[in-house]
């Protein structure tokens, strides 16, 4: 007897989405993967472009936008445009360091508790519990109260606080790796745990921790922007996005390019990490 497969118009609905779903979201997201790295390759050479050296100061002081300072000066005459480009250069680069940072502790312990389980897994877990339960600006205005103000203090601390969210994410996947046959197959051969997160379950999870880079980097811009507003971070005359917005306020209705300009910067800069997010999510998927 002869049968006959009917396919319903739900079904082939289906097999539609399944069919060009997954291409159309994989070519999206090298479209935003793309746009996102063009434009932090951007704020990361344009110092290299800009019109005068960015603690070079002048008597010219709050001037309007002309030929010479292209986006006026600030209150010590000191070129906008210039300092601009140099301080996107320095957010970008503490940013992705501290998202590196937090990520490479987030993967130590997330891939190591994970793995080992037992009470291993929940030492480590409650580590990091009290972690993500401190308020994380409130922590560094701490810190920073004891120890003097520099780049290095500033990336190390918010890589350690940014750490936990990376650790818990890491933690899953290496619960879920460590079922796996080639897992079992290289504990049977008498591997050690450590070899084995090393040369079985991290190569497995590359992507992945791509992309936590990039989302740990989105929130460490915010997160160090606003210690250097707060005056935490980065000591003057340091250009820094976050430090030229909390310097521009007292002078911003006389100068609001002061103000205006870096608070933008900051918002193509998030947008730019989050687009190479959310591009790269698309990609694992």
Avoid at 144 to 173: D, E, F
Wanted: glycine share 10%; no cysteine.
């Amino acid at each position: 007897m002869i049968r006959h497969n009917t396919v319903q118009a739900g079904d082939l609905g289906f097999v539609v989405q399944r069919s060009f779903g997954r291409p159309q979201s994989a070519r999206l997201g090298r479209i935003e993967l793309g746009i996102g790295a063009v434009i932090l390759l951007v704020i990361l050479i344009a110092p290299a472009f800009a019109p005068q050296p960015p603690l070079a100061t002048s008597i010219d002081i709050l001037r309007p936008p002309s030929l010479h300072h292209l986006l006026g000066t600030d209150r010590l005459g000191r070129d906008i445009l210039s300092r601009f480009l140099a301080g996107g250069q320095l957010i970008t680069v503490l940013s992705l360091l501290a998202g590196i940072l937090a990520t490479s502790l987030g993967a130590l312990i997330g891939l190591t508790s994970g793995y080992l389980s037992g009470a291993a897994d929940v030492i480590l877990m409650r580590l990091v519990d009290v972690l993500l339960a401190l308020p994380a600006i409130l922590v560094i205005l701490v810190v920073a109260a004891a120890l003097p103000r520099s780049s290095t203090m500033l990336v190390v601390l918010v890589g350690i606080l940014l750490a936990p969210g990376a650790a818990r994410i890491l933690r899953g996947l290496a619960q879920q790796l460590a079922a796996r046959e080639f897992v079992a197959a290289a504990e049977a051969a008498g591997g050690r745990w450590y070899s084995i997160l090393w040369e079985e379950i991290l190569p497995n999870i590359r992507g992945r921790l791509l992309l936590e880079v990039a989302l740990r980097t989105g929130f460490a811009v915010v997160l160090i922007s606003s210690l250097n507003f707060l005056g935490v971070g980065v000591s003057p005359p340091t250009p820094d996005w976050g430090l030229e917005i909390s310097e521009g306020r007292a002078v911003m209705m006389l100068a609001p390019l002061v103000v205006v300009v870096p608070a933008l910067g900051l918002a193509v800069l998030v947008g730019a990490v989050n687009l190479v997010a959310d591009g790269l999510g698309r990609l694992l998927r």
